[in-house]
């Protein structure tokens, strides 16, 4: 290489280098690895997508010339002088003669596919870019991986024999189908439950296995149960295709088969994305990985970013080894790791880092910043559950009163049962919580319905929703009437909807003729209207012309009232759709995004409140102050998991996950005794908390082992319990009778500290107040008592506080600990 060459290339990386001079050197050098496969580690809180962001505009503004040796035979020594003298402020002209200088066969937008998991990440990632690109960022490909699968099927899916305006069933209609399979193969449910049979198929797809597949591999009388599910899956593989519908698992297979079966297909997509991002790639399953391997296969210029610490998917077929082994699958592939945190204080990354090192199934990073250490970590132990919570909630109180939000807070949980007590203690102490995980928008019946009559006018062939919606609601058309029309369906190998059009060719349906084909009518007439209408006015057509709403309204009570309301708010979800994406503004496209739509993307922000959830929804969040509960052997890690080290692993690898949420203050809580489930146990402190630097933590309450040594080392509370105990007593299945049981009730005793009571607690007075008091509370400041209400030796008292909109209603004896009378 000549001496010119080399200065140049010197000199265009140095440029390209300060055009992204915002980045850490790590993210830099992250961005500006362009060619061939490159794995990112990207720790909790290191800025990825930044990071990506940054990737896709070095790619779409200089391509590959900042990870390449060539020089361009135009480039002369006058445009040397020009890049090794460019300024670090540059003029618009000289900059836009740097780039010219710097670019090297720049991709096209569309030529690069950037793959999330969730579509609130998707949509994120999409704005960003926006922000940094301008309109050149719509035309990139960045999408989750099955609305980029959905994108692929819905040009191609008629070459594998699926209609290109395919159905996309969810859960429910899964189980639904399995369920009528089970019916007809004289299956029962006890034996084969709808949800389990469905995992098993998941696991079988996740494999790649056909129904053909798994009906080989499990063929022998000794396989009698899944021998069994093999024609279960054989017939719901049927089932769906006959239909034209796909579940969530056959979105991902179906791309697959097609790109395997089709080189022609194959060769236009990996033509077409010159290059290929992945994120979250921990999480990937076998499938996805197929995937990704098929669209990245042509150039190798394949960049996946994760964090092989945060894989905590195991449960759903996330595969640990696609992150692990990523230089073996990729030869000559190169790792770039991002250690430098953005979100946490020294104390609480060096906690994380010392629990994450005791895994062994790691590529080995450590988290530092530049956010100074901050305060140490908390760990309390409280006496019982309901000490734990209220611990709890009185520490956020007390945040509150000090200029905090409540919505600072989040109070983490290994298990969804953990919120019970949680709950009560912020409703005795009004404080406004709201919880991740409850029933959401689109799992409301009225919602699905409407959906239902959407997915059928947009795709007649759906069987399963036409049977949802051809009697609701009632136009006389019972089970009865649809069984026949069922049996003929499958007699002449057409969709039910075929036959209803039909019914007066068949005498079995001469009674329900009329009612039939009034309902063909309908649809008839609606998809008509589909065709001239915008989707709102189209979706105003169909809860008229259905009488859908007509009959909530005729019954006008509160729950009807309710549910008309959720069918006027889906409306609004479309006229989200449209200012979303107004370029897809199709019933199709639409159905698409809800079919998709995900828990974690129905986490909305902006109210006052404190966040629970599980850990698990906890993923990819942050708040300032952050609770994590229940840090006891049998609750987190689980008891499932005390003698299965990759069990072991993905626990601690979740605990990792949730110390690394809090951006400031970090609490980790666990009780001597805890009630769940009806039982009573006393388990020892998590062995995750042991594992924690003793200068990184503040310990309350913590009790000293007595039997079987250090603490972390099997040793049991100094109760005498064994080393990861999970036993119950007080009457509930002791493990030992009578004399055991009084003596270890007893040795409980006296370990137990001796608490203090409450202010305002049972051993003391109540505040005694009556409506019109002026009373002053530590969260939520001054105010004016408006109603007493006696409780069995309890009161709620409604108080007005200043600048609160609505009056709280608090239980004086947990209330009294914060508030005083003026």
Same mark, same amino acid.
């Given at each position: 290489?000549?001496?010119?060459?080399?200065?140049?290339?010197?000199?265009?990386?140095?440029?390209?280098?300060?055009?992204?001079?915002?980045?850490?050197?790590?993210?830099?050098?992250?961005?500006?690895?362009?060619?061939?496969?490159?794995?990112?580690?990207?720790?909790?809180?290191?800025?990825?997508?930044?990071?990506?962001?940054?990737?896709?505009?070095?790619?779409?503004?200089?391509?590959?010339?900042?990870?390449?040796?060539?020089?361009?035979?135009?480039?002369?020594?006058?445009?040397?002088?020009?890049?090794?003298?460019?300024?670090?402020?540059?003029?618009?002209?000289?900059?836009?003669?740097?780039?010219?200088?710097?670019?090297?066969?720049?991709?096209?937008?569309?030529?690069?596919?950037?793959?999330?998991?969730?579509?609130?990440?998707?949509?994120?990632?999409?704005?960003?870019?926006?922000?940094?690109?301008?309109?050149?960022?719509?035309?990139?490909?960045?999408?989750?991986?099955?609305?980029?699968?959905?994108?692929?099927?819905?040009?191609?899916?008629?070459?594998?024999?699926?209609?290109?305006?395919?159905?996309?069933?969810?859960?429910?209609?899964?189980?639904?189908?399995?369920?009528?399979?089970?019916?007809?193969?004289?299956?029962?449910?006890?034996?084969?439950?709808?949800?389990?049979?469905?995992?098993?198929?998941?696991?079988?797809?996740?494999?790649?296995?056909?129904?053909?597949?798994?009906?080989?591999?499990?063929?022998?009388?000794?396989?009698?149960?899944?021998?069994?599910?093999?024609?279960?899956?054989?017939?719901?593989?049927?089932?769906?295709?006959?239909?034209?519908?796909?579940?969530?698992?056959?979105?991902?297979?179906?791309?697959?088969?097609?790109?395997?079966?089709?080189?022609?297909?194959?060769?236009?997509?990996?033509?077409?994305?010159?290059?290929?991002?992945?994120?979250?790639?921990?999480?990937?399953?076998?499938?996805?990985?197929?995937?990704?391997?098929?669209?990245?296969?042509?150039?190798?210029?394949?960049?996946?970013?994760?964090?092989?610490?945060?894989?905590?998917?195991?449960?759903?077929?996330?595969?640990?080894?696609?992150?692990?082994?990523?230089?073996?699958?990729?030869?000559?592939?190169?790792?770039?790791?991002?250690?430098?945190?953005?979100?946490?204080?020294?104390?609480?990354?060096?906690?994380?880092?010392?629990?994450?090192?005791?895994?062994?199934?790691?590529?080995?990073?450590?988290?530092?910043?530049?956010?100074?250490?901050?305060?140490?970590?908390?760990?309390?132990?409280?006496?019982?559950?309901?000490?734990?919570?209220?611990?709890?909630?009185?520490?956020?109180?007390?945040?509150?009163?000090?200029?905090?939000?409540?919505?600072?807070?989040?109070?983490?949980?290994?298990?969804?049962?953990?919120?019970?007590?949680?709950?009560?203690?912020?409703?005795?102490?009004?404080?406004?919580?709201?919880?991740?995980?409850?029933?959401?928008?689109?799992?409301?019946?009225? =919602?699905? !319905?409407?959906?239902? #009559?959407?997915? +059928? /006018?947009?795709?007649?062939? *759906?069987?399963?929703?036409?049977? %949802? $919606?051809?009697?609701?609601?009632?136009?006389?058309?019972?089970?009865?009437?649809?069984?026949?029309?069922?049996?003929?369906?499958?007699?002449?190998?057409?969709?039910?909807?075929?036959?209803?059009?039909?019914?007066?060719?068949?005498?079995?349906?001469?009674?329900?003729?009329?009612?039939?084909?009034?309902?063909?009518?309908?649809?008839?007439?609606?998809?008509?209207?589909?065709?001239?209408?915008?989707?709102?006015?189209?979706?105003?057509? =169909?809860? !008229?012309?259905?009488? #859908?709403?007509? +009959? /909530?309204?005729?019954?006008? *009570?509160?729950?009807?009232?309710? %549910? $008309?309301?959720?069918?006027?708010?889906?409306?609004?979800?479309?006229?989200?759709?449209?200012?979303?994406?107004?370029?897809?503004?199709?019933?199709?496209?639409?159905?698409?995004?809800?079919?998709?739509?995900?828990?974690?993307?129905?986490?909305?922000?902006?109210?006052?409140?404190?966040?629970?959830?599980?850990?698990?929804?906890?993923?990819?969040?942050?708040?300032?102050?952050?609770?994590?509960?229940?840090?006891?052997?049998?609750?987190?890690?689980?008891?499932?998991?005390? #003698?299965?080290?990759?069990?072991?692993?993905?626990?601690?690898?979740?605990?990792?996950?949730?110390?690394?949420?809090?951006?400031?203050?970090?609490?980790?809580?666990?009780?001597?005794?805890?009630?769940?489930?009806?039982?009573?146990?006393?388990?020892?402190?998590?062995?995750?908390?042991?594992?924690?630097?003793?200068?990184?933590?503040?310990?309350?309450?913590?009790?000293?082992?007595?039997?079987?040594?250090?603490?972390?080392?099997?040793?049991?509370?100094?109760?005498?319990?064994?080393?990861?105990?999970?036993?119950?007593?007080?009457?509930?299945?002791?493990?030992?009778?009578?004399?055991?049981?009084?003596?270890?009730?007893?040795?409980?005793?006296?370990?137990?500290?001796?608490?203090?009571?409450?202010?305002?607690?049972?051993?003391?007075?109540?505040?005694?107040?009556?409506?019109?008091?002026?009373?002053?509370?530590?969260?939520?400041?001054?105010?004016?008592?408006?109603?007493?209400?006696?409780?069995?030796?309890?009161?709620?008292?409604?108080?007005?506080?200043?600048?609160?909109?609505?009056?709280?209603?608090?239980?004086?004896?947990?209330?009294?600990?914060?508030?005083?009378?003026?």
């Amino acid at each position: 290489m000549t001496d010119f060459n080399k200065r140049y290339i010197a000199a265009r990386q140095a440029v390209i280098a300060q055009d992204l001079r915002r980045l850490n050197p790590m993210q830099r050098q992250a961005a500006m690895t362009t060619e061939g496969p490159l794995l990112l580690l990207a720790g909790a809180g290191s800025g990825k997508t930044t990071v990506l962001i940054q990737r896709v505009y070095n790619l779409l503004t200089y391509g590959r010339g900042s990870d390449c040796q060539e020089v361009p035979e135009w480039a002369s020594r006058e445009d040397l002088s020009f890049l090794e003298n460019f300024p670090e402020r540059p003029e618009a002209p000289d900059a836009e003669r740097a780039r010219r200088l710097c670019a090297v066969d720049v991709p096209r937008p569309w030529e690069i596919i950037a793959i999330t998991f969730t579509n609130k990440a998707a949509g994120e990632l999409k704005d960003r870019l926006a922000a940094r690109l301008g309109p050149m960022a719509n035309d990139v490909w960045a999408s989750t991986f099955h609305s980029a699968c959905v994108r692929i099927l819905r040009r191609d899916a008629d070459r594998i024999g699926f209609d290109k305006n395919f159905t996309i069933y969810d859960t429910d209609d899964s189980k639904r189908v399995i369920k009528d399979i089970l019916k007809d193969l004289n299956l029962d449910e006890k034996a084969f439950p709808p949800k389990s049979v469905l995992s098993i198929i998941s696991s079988a797809k996740d494999q790649y296995q056909s129904p053909e597949d798994f009906a080989a591999q499990h063929n022998s009388e000794a396989d009698w149960k899944l021998s069994r599910v093999a024609k279960v899956y054989t017939a719901y593989a049927k089932k769906l295709r006959s239909a034209s519908a796909m579940d969530f698992d056959d979105i991902i297979y179906h791309t697959v088969t097609l790109l395997r079966q089709e080189p022609e297909v194959l060769a236009y997509y990996q033509n077409k994305f010159r290059y290929v991002l992945v994120d979250e790639y921990q999480d990937t399953n076998h499938l996805q990985y197929l995937l990704t391997s098929l669209l990245a296969g042509g150039r190798k210029n394949l960049c996946v970013v994760g964090d092989d610490d945060q894989s905590i998917y195991r449960f759903r077929g996330a595969n640990i080894e696609n992150i692990l082994s990523f230089e073996k699958q990729y030869k000559n592939a190169r790792v770039i790791r991002l250690e430098q945190n953005y979100r946490s204080t020294q104390n609480i990354l060096d906690a994380a880092n010392a629990v994450i090192r005791n895994n062994e199934g790691r590529k080995g990073k450590t988290l530092w910043t530049d956010n100074g250490s901050g305060e140490t970590v908390t760990v309390k132990t409280a006496f019982s559950e309901s000490d734990e919570a209220n611990f709890v909630v009185g520490d956020i109180m007390m945040a509150v009163n000090r200029g905090r939000k409540f919505r600072d807070a989040a109070v983490l949980y290994r298990m969804n049962a953990q919120s019970n007590a949680l709950e009560y203690a912020m409703r005795r102490n009004g404080v406004p919580y709201k919880v991740v995980g409850g029933m959401k928008f689109f799992d409301r019946a009225e =919602v699905k !319905d409407m959906l239902a #009559y959407l997915c +059928v /006018l947009n795709n007649p062939l *759906d069987d399963l929703r036409l049977r %949802r $919606i051809v009697n609701s609601p009632a136009r006389g058309i019972g089970a009865t009437t649809m069984d026949k029309v069922a049996d003929l369906a499958a007699a002449q190998g057409a969709s039910l909807y075929e036959i209803i059009r039909n019914a007066d060719l068949f005498p079995e349906l001469k009674a329900a003729k009329a009612k039939l084909l009034k309902f063909a009518d309908l649809i008839d007439g609606l998809r008509r209207q589909g065709a001239e209408l915008a989707l709102p006015e189209f979706y105003d057509a =169909v809860c !008229d012309q259905s009488g #859908y709403v007509k +009959v /909530l309204e005729e019954k006008n *009570d509160l729950e009807s009232r309710g %549910r $008309i309301e959720n069918v006027e708010e889906l409306k609004s979800s479309i006229l989200g759709f449209l200012e979303r994406d107004p370029e897809d503004a199709t019933l199709s496209g639409f159905l698409n995004e809800i079919a998709l739509y995900t828990d974690l993307d129905s986490l909305e922000g902006g109210d006052d409140s404190v966040t629970m959830m599980t850990i698990h929804s906890a993923k990819g969040l942050e708040f300032p102050l952050v609770y994590v509960v229940g840090l006891e052997e049998g609750i987190f890690p689980g008891s499932s998991a005390q #003698y299965d080290q990759e069990e072991i692993e993905e626990e601690r690898r979740l605990c990792y996950v949730a110390m690394t949420r809090a951006k400031e203050k970090l609490t980790l809580t666990n009780a001597r005794q805890r009630m769940l489930y009806g039982r009573t146990s006393s388990n020892r402190s998590s062995r995750f908390l042991d594992e924690i630097p003793e200068d990184n933590m503040r310990w309350e309450g913590k009790t000293e082992p007595r039997f079987g040594g250090e603490a972390g080392a099997g040793g049991g509370w100094d109760s005498g319990m064994p080393p990861y105990g999970g036993a119950s007593y007080g009457g509930y299945g002791s493990r030992t009778a009578g004399s055991a049981v009084r003596s270890y009730r007893e040795t409980v005793a006296k370990a137990a500290p001796q608490r203090p009571a409450a202010k305002g607690g049972a051993s003391a007075p109540m505040l005694e107040l009556r409506p019109g008091d002026e009373v002053e509370h530590t969260a939520f400041g001054q105010g004016t008592v408006l109603d007493v209400k006696p409780m069995s030796g309890d009161a709620m008292v409604t108080v007005q506080f200043q600048g609160v909109e609505k009056p709280k209603r608090l239980m004086l004896k947990f209330a009294g600990s914060h508030m005083k009378k003026l």
